[in-house]
């Protein structure tokens, strides 16, 4: 069969303008196929894993945006007398915008050394006691860096609040690259405010031992009749329900993927069924030289893989190039969905191309390999 690929390759070139607009449509489909894969990895990643199960997140009752949320500072001492907790991180969050945004900036304001101990971040540049050591320092999420040309040394205002980038990092969680970190105390007096001895949410690590759902009930249930009601939920639970809108949305634009599928496999399958119509007379010469029904078959389905192969590995190729040097994220409520490439998205784009190509194939390949030879060869 190999020494039938060069034949394979002059018959579509044969067709250039066709071969290329299949190529190209077949590329943008794939495109944003994987777009959309992204975009649902990055939400997955938010309510799944060891994180979003065993961490809590402490909320005021009733609250949604994070400048509603007002939580005393000192509960942090009463929860992490519980048993089952391992450490209680206070985070002040501040947000441009609280609504659904593809260019949200979410702060988030954490004591240094409980930022050093409970997130998985890679300083790219910059230094931790640069941060530590001044005031209106700040690390920023590299997806963030990237998106608005910042570097160690610049200073970076949104709203009232202004910072010095003194690092740029990078965390396996992606959608941890596009925040911000201050200090705790810089942003509770920021805005022009003075909000010392508040946080707007509390996060507990749990150890193996602890219950999330009984110590969840726990700590409402403490501060039931305090000053300040909390509702607390898991990591993962939080962040679905403050993402629930866009979960909806994102389940939507599932079927668009779907339809791109359909798209590929009908132009690719239209594309193989003109090919095999302007070459019935051709196929019915291969057939009176000696190739077999079943070897003409495998030249229709091959003309057919590669087709849709070549786009798959040029939208597959866009897709994470796109992703990758744009850091695009959607963010709702503080919380932020990461459009990341990965292996098994490229993986899976690719198993989608060439099972298109196949399917595609098939009809017009059987056609074309039934065809009797005399009448073939009658065709005008």
Known sequence: MLKFIPYVFKSLWRHRARTLLTVSGTAVALLVFCFIGAVQQGMLALTSGDDAGRTLIVFQENRFCPQSSRLPQDYESTIAKLPGVQDVVPVKVFTNNCRASLDAIVFQGVQPEKLKAWRDIDLQSGNWSAFSGQD????????????????????????DV????????KSPAAAENNLIFTQLDFLQRARGANDVGTVTMLEVHLNDTADPEALAKQIDQEFHAGPVGTTTRTKGMFQADTLADLAELIGFVHWLGYACVGLVLSLVATTTVMSVQDRIKEHAVLQTLGLRPLRVFSLVMTESLLLSTLGGILGVAGSVLL??????SVAAEGVTIAFEPSLSLAMQGLVVAVAVGVLAGLAPGWHASRTEIVPALRHA
């Open 136 to 159: 209106d320092a700040a690390l920023v999420g590299i997806d963030v860096a990237t998106r608005r040309g910042l570097s160690v040394g610049d200073k970076f205002t949104i709203g």
């Open 162 to 169: 202004s910072v010095v980038v003194q690092g740029v990092f």
């Open 323 to 328: 992703l990758s040097s744009a850091g695009m």
